[in-house]
Structures are given as structure tokens and as C-alpha cells.
């Protein structure tokens, strides 16, 4: 109901009394008065309630909204939280795996490494073994053996081998004739002209010396070294009468050191040659006896110095040797 509406109802409200008789009410007037006011106050109250009304439903909407976005949001979280859960679980799991597998790993490489060193050993002790016999045999000196090593490293060293193959040459060149164990005597220390039948005799320790050494691959560069250092370079070496690069850089080598140390060593059956005089020998083999790039390396070896520094090197370490077995 409008204001008007309201004002008209009120004007038309009868106040004058039933009977016409009677005399008439003063005061209708304020009474309409009052009642107006009345209707007014009324309709106040009743428009600041609907107002009221209205705005409580419009907040409670709003509220309505914002708590269905909030309950979805929280759903929304509580989903990403649940995943990042399994991510973080997953990820986690394939940490550990992961660092399970590398510790298997690396104990599995372990072991790998305290077998090939023990294997190692085992075989440095096959070395020492099979020289001792053959030194006794031989009589040749454990210095001899030392200094051609020494020879070896340094020559292969200079070629820019890996250290660890260095090392293999060097190990290895110290069987260069084990195989005499097998040699008779009268044969290997006669001080005469060998007969072509005792040379026959003597080509065979190259052949003995790599089966001496069998099969194991910690041996492979020895035994090519045992049964080619008397190849020559142009194919007129035994047994095999192999040249060139068919005989194995490591027997090349060695080939030359054992050559040059023999040379400038005294013997049973000669003097010892003076270092310059050996390595003219050796350089006149070049090309024939000896790989010629390698005597080239041998030379320059020589001219720095090296040679003579490992051999007086070596001839110290046996003093010191022999100075510490003659006190026990
Ligand atoms: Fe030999
Ligand atoms: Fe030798």
C-alpha cells in the first residue's frame, strides 16, 4: 500500500458518532491528526524493515557466494594437497630406489675393484716368483731386469701412452726371458760360439717364455713381449721371423732396452760398453735391428739425460739393498 493510498483511507475513517443524535465529538481532527501519524510511522517502520529485509538477503546471498567459492576452493586445495602427497610420496620412493641402486652400485664396482687388485698382487707375485727362477737360472741381474723396466716406461711413456699401460709395458718386460728356466745350462752360460743346434736351443725360451705365462689376460703383454724381443725390425729376427709393426709395440721396445742394457752391462764373457758406444749401436740398428722411431725416442732419452739418471738410480736402490740384507 502506497503513502496516497494510506492517506486517502485515513481521510475517509468516519469519527463523528453512530447517532445522529448525539451531540458531536470534539476533537475529531486530532484524532485524524494522530492517526496520520500513526499510518506513518507505521509505514516507515515498515518500508525500514523491508529495506532491512532486502539488505540482509542481498549479504546473505553475497555470503552464500563466497562460501560456495570458499568450500570450492578448499576442495580444490585439499585435492592439489592429496596430489602433491603422492608426488612427494612417489618422489621419494624413486629417491630411495635410486640411492639403493647407486649403492649397489658402488659396491658392486667395490668389489669389482678389491678383486682386480687382488688379482693384481696375485700376479705381481707370479712375477717376482718366476724371476727369482729365472735369475737363479740365468744369472742374470736383478738390476738388469730393473733397468730395462725403467728403459721401457720411460720410452712408452715418452710415445704419450696412458700411464696405466705404461705401467703394463714395464711389469711385463721383466718376463722378457723367463722361458730360459727351460734352457740347459751348458747352453745358456757357455762363453763359446754357440753351434747352430744350441742356437736352435736358445730361440726355443722365446716360445717357452709365453707358455710359461699361459692365458690370463694380466699376462697378454708378456707373453707377446717373451716370445717377440728377438724379432728385428726387418723381419730377420726369431722365432717367427716376424717385422715391422707385426711384432708388438711393448716386444719393440723392449727389444731396444734389453738390447742397450745388455750392450753397456759387464758380463761374464765381455766389459761393459760405455753408454755412448751402446747407443751408437743401438743407432746403427735403426730401421734394421730396431723400429727406427723408436730409436729416435731412445735417443733423445739418452741426450736428456733420462738414461743415465734411471741406470744410477737403480745402481742406488741395489745398494741400498744389498746394505740392508747384509744387516740382517
Ligand atoms: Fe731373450
Ligand atoms: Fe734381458
Given at each position: 500500500m502506497s503513502n496516497d493510498d494510506t492517506k486517502d483511507m485515513v481521510e475517509t475513517v468516519d469519527v463523528s458518532?453512530?447517532?445522529p443524535d448525539l451531540p458531536q465529538v470534539p476533537g475529531g481532527d486530532v484524532f485524524r491528526q494522530l492517526l496520520h501519524q500513526a499510518v506513518r510511522v507505521a509505514d516507515m517502520a515498515n518500508s525500514q524493515a523491508m529495506r532491512m529485509a532486502?539488505?540482509?538477503?542481498?549479504?546473505?546471498?553475497?555470503?552464500?557466494?563466497?562460501?560456495?567459492?570458499?568450500?570450492?576452493?578448499?576442495?580444490?586445495?585439499?585435492?592439489?594437497?592429496?596430489?602433491?602427497?603422492?608426488?612427494?610420496?612417489?618422489?621419494?620412493?624413486?629417491?630411495?630406489?635410486?640411492?639403493e641402486r647407486r649403492q649397489e652400485l658402488e659396491r658392486a664396482l667395490e668389489q669389482e675393484r678389491i678383486a682386480s687388485e687382488e688379482l693384481r698382487r696375485t700376479g705381481l707375485q707370479g712375477i717376482s716368483h718366476l724371476l727369482l727362477a729365472a735369475t737363479i737360472k740365468d744369472r742374470t741381474t736383478g738390476?738388469?731386469?730393473?733397468?730395462?723396466?725403467?728403459?721401457?716406461?720411460?720410452?712408452?711413456?715418452?710415445?704419450?701412452?696412458?700411464?696405466?699401460?705404461?705401467?703394463?709395458?714395464?711389469?711385463?718386460?721383466?718376463?722378457?726371458?723367463?722361458?730360459?728356466?727351460?734352457?740347459?745350462?751348458?747352453?745358456?752360460?757357455?762363453?763359446?760360439?754357440?753351434?747352430?743346434?744350441?742356437?736352435?736351443?736358445?730361440?726355443?725360451?722365446?716360445?717357452?717364455?709365453?707358455?710359461?705365462?699361459?692365458?690370463?689376460?694380466?699376462?697378454?703383454?708378456?707373453?707377446?713381449?717373451a716370445r717377440e724381443h728377438h724379432e728385428r725390425w726387418d723381419g730377420k729376427g726369431y722365432p717367427d721371423g716376424k717385422k715391422g709393426e707385426e711384432i708388438s709395440l711393448a716386444a719393440r721396445i723392449v727389444s731396444i732396452a734389453d738390447v742397450f742394457d745388455a750392450l753397456t752391462s759387464?758380463?761374464?764373457?765381455k766389459e761393459a760398453w760405455s753408454a755412448e758406444a751402446g747407443l751408437?749401436?743401438?743407432e746403427a740398428g735403426a730401421g734394421e735391428r730396431f723400429d727406427p722411431e723408436l730409436v729416435a725416442g731412445f735417443v733423445a732419452l739418452a741426450r736428456e739425460g733420462v738414461l743415465e739418471r734411471i741406470s744410477s738410480e737403480v745402481a742406488a736402490s741395489s745398494d741400498d739393498e744389498q746394505l740392508g740384507s747384509s744387516a740382517k
Amino acid at each position: 500500500m502506497s503513502n496516497d493510498d494510506t492517506k486517502d483511507m485515513v481521510e475517509t475513517v468516519d469519527v463523528s458518532p453512530r447517532d445522529p443524535d448525539l451531540p458531536q465529538v470534539p476533537g475529531g481532527d486530532v484524532f485524524r491528526q494522530l492517526l496520520h501519524q500513526a499510518v506513518r510511522v507505521a509505514d516507515m517502520a515498515n518500508s525500514q524493515a523491508m529495506r532491512m529485509a532486502l539488505d540482509f538477503a542481498k549479504v546473505y546471498e553475497r555470503e552464500q557466494g563466497v562460501r560456495a567459492q570458499f568450500e570450492n576452493q578448499l576442495k580444490q586445495m585439499t585435492l592439489m594437497e592429496k596430489q602433491a602427497t603422492r608426488y612427494a610420496e612417489d618422489l621419494a620412493g624413486m629417491l630411495r630406489s635410486e640411492r639403493e641402486r647407486r649403492q649397489e652400485l658402488e659396491r658392486a664396482l667395490e668389489q669389482e675393484r678389491i678383486a682386480s687388485e687382488e688379482l693384481r698382487r696375485t700376479g705381481l707375485q707370479g712375477i717376482s716368483h718366476l724371476l727369482l727362477a729365472a735369475t737363479i737360472k740365468d744369472r742374470t741381474t736383478g738390476t738388469h731386469l730393473q733397468r730395462v723396466r725403467r728403459y721401457v716406461e720411460a720410452i712408452a711413456e715418452r710415445l704419450g701412452l696412458q700411464s696405466a699401460l705404461v705401467e703394463e709395458f714395464g711389469y711385463s718386460s721383466v718376463m722378457h726371458d723367463v722361458g730360459k728356466i727351460h734352457t740347459p745350462d751348458h747352453i745358456l752360460q757357455s762363453e763359446h760360439h754357440l753351434s747352430d743346434a744350441e742356437f736352435s736351443v736358445i730361440k726355443q725360451h722365446c716360445i717357452d717364455g709365453e707358455k710359461m705365462l699361459g692365458t690370463a689376460r694380466f699376462f697378454e703383454t708378456a707373453r707377446a713381449i717373451a716370445r717377440e724381443h728377438h724379432e728385428r725390425w726387418d723381419g730377420k729376427g726369431y722365432p717367427d721371423g716376424k717385422k715391422g709393426e707385426e711384432i708388438s709395440l711393448a716386444a719393440r721396445i723392449v727389444s731396444i732396452a734389453d738390447v742397450f742394457d745388455a750392450l753397456t752391462s759387464k758380463r761374464p764373457y765381455k766389459e761393459a760398453w760405455s753408454a755412448e758406444a751402446g747407443l751408437k749401436a743401438i743407432e746403427a740398428g735403426a730401421g734394421e735391428r730396431f723400429d727406427p722411431e723408436l730409436v729416435a725416442g731412445f735417443v733423445a732419452l739418452a741426450r736428456e739425460g733420462v738414461l743415465e739418471r734411471i741406470s744410477s738410480e737403480v745402481a742406488a736402490s741395489s745398494d741400498d739393498e744389498q746394505l740392508g740384507s747384509s744387516a740382517k
